[in-house]
């Protein structure tokens, strides 16, 4: 299951759900539909935590395997 949520002006904005493999995952967005941040897990199951700049690009990035 999923759970989206939009603007005022019907754009995007966030994701929560479930992906491929059976993981979860929140995904935000900026005002103009483009992806900026993602928390949730990678496909070996370890914690991810991914920021993007205003055009999508990833910025920083860190997972939680020691």
Known sequence: G??????????????LGTAEGGIGFLKTFNKHGVSVGYFGSNTNGNGIAVLYDRYGDIGWGVDGKQ
């Open 2 to 15: 999923n759970i989206k949520t939009y603007n005022a002006d019907g754009i995007q904005t966030s994701y």
